[in-house]
């Protein structure tokens, strides 16, 4: 009996949790995935429209427009944190003094919310009242930076407010890469002539290969579910020349009133998803036989 209730008794603690989950996250990806093939207009309709929804979707110029700019924004965005991140952790990885003073400072953005972090930045870019006026205030009337204004580099601004946010992130992840790296292989480098630079190139990074692939998969799904950052910053403008799909979902679900497409465009946004975080599973999974 004794045995018995120790089997079931973690299965009753967990049971509450993994039904309000199964209820609450996979029975509403269900409802919407069903809500895309109706005909749902302002509130939830039940006429079954079958994919008509899709093929109206991938017609409008502003879900082609949003997939370009999540393209430019998720593409800058990963590089640049990958690198910025991967930098920083290689610098702190030197053993410097002021190691405990500047991790918890390139780390202090990500606990922000990027609500906060969007109006910062908007406050900071705004040529009203931010860098461009400070810098005229102070005497450099020739200075201009107005890409928040402008509808071709409005998207860049975007890339600099997330990039800001996560590089400390990354660089945790890498640093911690670097630490896990045995100590012995680098010393047996350093013996043979190895440069520092060549350690790194040669021995370090290539070692490192998971946790690349580890900060593509979590920056990849910040980018494509990004909506806060940019309705703070830009709301989407000027124009629509920061529109990502997130903000476009939001857009035809609750403005325009047009739930069966902003439902279709959900599902496209969890098929994104879904291809990234299934293959990166099956790799890791795979890579581990005792799994």
């Known amino acids: ?23 609450f996250v996979y029975g509403f990806i269900a409802y919407t995935g069903y809500l895309s093939l109706s005909d749902s207009k302002m509130l939830p ?61 390139y780390l202090y953005p990500m606990a922000l919310s990027f609500i906060v972090t969007g109006t910062a930045w908007k406050w900071f870019l705004d040529p009203g009242i931010g860098l461009e006026h400070t810098m005229h205030q102070w005497g450099w009337e020739s200075f201009e930076f107005n890409w928040i204004k402008s509808r071709t580099h409005a ?26 790296v045995n100590a012995d292989i680098i010393r047996a480098a350093e013996i043979d002539g190895a440069s520092r630079v060549r350690i790194y190139r040669r021995i370090i990074i290539p070692m490192m290969r998971p946790v690349f692939l580890s900060a593509f998969v979590v920056l990849a799904h910040l980018a494509i579910k990004s909506y806060d950052l940019v309705v703070a910053l830009t709301g989407g403008g000027p124009g629509k020349a920061t529109e990502l799909p997130a903000t476009f979902m939001y857009s035809y679900t609750f ?8 439902a279709s465009s959900a599902i496209i946004m969890l098929i994104m998803i879904f291809s990234i975080i299934v293959p990166y599973l099956y790799a890791e999974l795979r890579s581990d036989p005792k799994r």
């Open 45 to 105: 309709s039940y006429g079954f429209v079958g994919l008509d929804n899709y093929d109206r979707l991938w017609k409008l110029r502003h879900w082609t427009g949003s997939l370009k700019n999540l393209a430019i924004f998720g593409g800058l965005y990963i590089v640049i944190c990958s690198v910025l991140g991967l930098f920083l952790a290689i610098m702190l990885d030197q053993k410097i003094r002021a190691e405990g003073l500047l991790r918890p400072i």
């Open 155 to 180: 998207i860049y601004t975007v890339v600099i407010a997330a990039v800001w946010q996560s590089s400390g992130f990354v660089m945790a992840m890498f640093l911690a890469g670097l630490r896990g």
């Open 1 to 23: 009996m004794k045995a018995q209730l120790q089997d079931w008794l973690p299965r009753l603690v967990l049971g509450p949790s993994f039904l309000l989950i199964l209820f």
């Open 255 to 262: 403005s325009r009133n047009l739930m069966g497409i902003g």
